[in-house]
């Protein structure tokens, strides 16, 4: 009796232990749930600067500037000391050699260079009226314009798309130099058979050979093929940091048009800030697979509107249409935003994501080659 007496009491203890365990799980789990739920409410409700939220990407803004969990999760990778080394000091105004190989692959450069240019040049001259259509929801609008498509997140929905499209643009080969330079220079790519190489961050290289400034090298190679002179600075701008790129980008532009005068075109060459190698856009032109590019317009914000913002458009949007009909699917639907990426500076600044993190640079190569012939068609003999 006495047995059973001590195995029921100590029984029943585990019992009312495990009781007490689970009801304290509970009432844990309950405490975490209202403690997430709260936050996220807390965030929702933040008026926070968009600078802070647009770190991680070029494109990915929140126009609202309602901070969310997935800001957090965008965010993270900027800080992460994997990412960026943020505590690093580094010189100011230092400027990388850029190994660029010239047009290697010139059985390439002659498929993607097989395009009828008169009927290209018929495509951009003779200007028609279009075919537009816009639906409009509480974030964007999104506007077809013959075979084009432009989301269009600013808070300026009465553009005249049409009028836009027939501004006459006039940039000649013999006085109107392009700048190309690199906002986020350590941006870079997925390996390849042919391109091999470690990150100094993620999907990020501090090694110009393997990052932006090889692209933009690469464009500017395959511009002067076609007799456009360019001047590509090299300086690196987010070395070290990332939230103050676009600041020392935007002395980069002062400093080269003060040089220099004033640029026919300024291009910032980036590629689509995604987090991992799942994305990978590209398209098929002529048997080649092709990183695609997209055009990211700032109008600027309502306080301090872009002056030029009409005329990067203008030239954004042609150049996207007459690619539609000379290669088809090499740009991405174009984007619309509040911002500026310092597009204030030079009448015709465009910002050209050339592909992904999932891309490789054989593909993004390809790319410059096709944006080299589409800029000689926009430009006079």
Do not use: W
Request: aromatic share 12%.
């Amino acid at each position: 009796m006495k047995v059973t007496t001590v195995f029921f009491k100590s029984n029943i203890l585990n019992i009312t232990s495990n009781i007490k365990g689970a009801i304290k799980s509970v009432i844990y789990v309950i405490y975490a749930t209202f403690l997430v739920i709260s936050f996220t409410f807390f965030l929702s409700k933040l008026n926070i600067s968009s600078k802070i939220i647009d770190l991680a990407s070029n494109i990915h803004i929140n126009n609202n500037k309602i901070f969310s969990i997935a800001d957090i999760k965008n965010i993270y990778p900027v800080f992460n000391n994997t990412s960026y080394y943020i505590k690093e000091k580094v010189k100011e105004n230092i400027k990388e050699e850029v190994l660029v190989v010239n047009n290697e692959n010139s059985s390439e450069n002659e498929v993607l260079d097989n395009i009828k240019f008169e009927d290209a040049v018929n495509v951009f001259s003779n200007k028609k009226s279009l075919n537009i259509n816009k639906t409009s929801s509480k974030d964007k609008d999104v506007v077809i314009i013959d075979d084009i498509k432009i989301y269009n997140y600013s808070s300026l929905r009465d553009i005249d798309y049409e009028a836009v499209y027939n501004k006459v643009i006039t940039l000649t080969k013999s006085s109107d130099k392009i700048l190309l330079y690199n906002t986020h220079t350590s941006e870079s790519y997925t390996n390849s058979e042919k391109y091999k190489f470690g990150y100094s961050g993620t999907f990020r290289s501090r090694e110009a050979k393997y990052n932006m400034l090889s692209v933009a090298g690469k464009l500017q190679s395959n511009l002067k093929e076609k007799g456009i002179n360019s001047i590509h600075d090299t300086t690196p701008h987010d070395y070290g940091t990332y939230t103050s790129s676009y600041a020392r980008s935007k002395t980069t532009i002062k400093e080269a048009i003060k040089k220099s005068g004033n640029f026919g075109i300024s291009i910032d060459v980036h590629r689509d800030a995604s987090g991992d190698t799942s994305f990978a856009p590209k398209t098929n032109i002529n048997g080649l697979d092709v990183a695609q590019c997209m055009f990211v317009i700032g109008v600027g914000t309502n306080k301090n509107r872009n002056e030029y913002y009409e005329d990067n458009l203008a030239l954004a949007i042609q150049m996207q249409i007459l690619a539609s009909k000379i290669y088809p699917g090499l740009f991405r639907t174009m984007f619309i935003r509040n911002s500026v990426y310092n597009q204030d500076l030079n009448k015709y600044s465009l910002l050209i994501e050339v592909g992904a993190t999932g891309n490789t640079f054989d593909e993004a190569y390809r790319s410059t080659r096709c944006l080299s012939n589409l800029f000689n068609i926009v430009y006079k003999k």
